[in-house]
Nanobody, 117 residues
């Protein structure tokens, strides 16, 4: 059974930092690209950052230069370091296996990040 469990969210002031982590189980983690999505109130879910199985990364324009995605295959974790946070970064952040596994999408339950002005 594939499980993705996020941690590290919370409340932070604008300009501050948070680090999100996602622990995966039930998959050969090193074989899959992983991503972080977010969904702000009233908005569609969007891809924030992705990292390939080989470590190549990509970012949404809105977070380039502020967020860094990384992975530790031995620990089966993917992290999102978020710096210089802005109120518009407030959202529920989700960890996801990019692509499907045997036709199934796997998401974490999400974790709330609130950035106060």
């Amino acid at each position: 059974q594939v499980q993705l469990v996020e941690s590290g969210g919370g409340l932070v002031q604008a300009g501050g930092s948070l680090r999100l982590s996602c622990a995966a189980s039930g998959i050969i983690f090193s074989a899959y690209a992983m991503g972080w999505y977010r969904q702000a109130p009233g908005k569609q879910r969007e891809l924030v950052a992705g990292i390939s199985s080989g470590g190549d990364t990509n970012y949404a324009d809105s977070v380039k230069g502020r967020f860094t995605i990384s992975r530790e295959n031995a620990k089966k974790t993917v992290s999102l370091q978020m710096n210089s946070l802005k109120p518009e970064d407030t959202a529920v952040y989700y960890c996801k296996v990019l692509g499907r596994i045997l036709g199934v999408d796997y998401w974490g339950k999400g974790i709330l990040v609130t950035v106060s002005s």
